[in-house]
């Protein structure tokens, strides 16, 4: 990531009102820790989800734009030849197949990340 993290929105933490005893204090005190803790747990899973979005769109792209030069290789190599543009289309098809299993097999590792 390229620069400093920029947080979804403000948080706007009021001071406990005066006047309260020590242990209401204390325990006011242990509550905001808590929720500034539980903020920025939730605001940092936004921020990795937002990057694995990212990565997933660019690896579609990716195997989207393989396959239309599949595609248009095939058509060169065979020729118009319908044996050919078979055989050929089958090994392009496994290709395929193999690329699917590398996209989902990402989206598995990203889930678990």
Do not use: C, H, W, Y
């Not at 496994?94 to 678990?112: C, E, P, S």
Request: aromatic share 2%; proline share 4%.
């Amino acid at each position: 990531m390229a620069g400093a993290i920029e947080p979804s929105r403000r948080l706007d933490v009021t001071p406990a009102p005066r006047g309260l005893s020590r242990r209401t204090e204390r325990s006011l005190s242990r509550l905001e820790e808590a929720t500034l803790l539980r903020i920025g747990a939730t605001q940092a899973e936004a921020l990795i989800s937002a990057e694995k979005l990212k990565e997933l769109d660019f690896l579609g792209r990716q195997a989207a734009l393989g396959e239309i030069a599949n595609v248009k290789l095939r058509d060169a190599m065979a020729g118009g030849d319908p044996v050919l543009t078979e055989r050929v289309t089958f090994l392009l098809d496994v290709g395929l197949i193999g690329k699917g299993q590398i996209l989902a097999d990402t989206v598995d590792k990203f889930r678990r990340i």
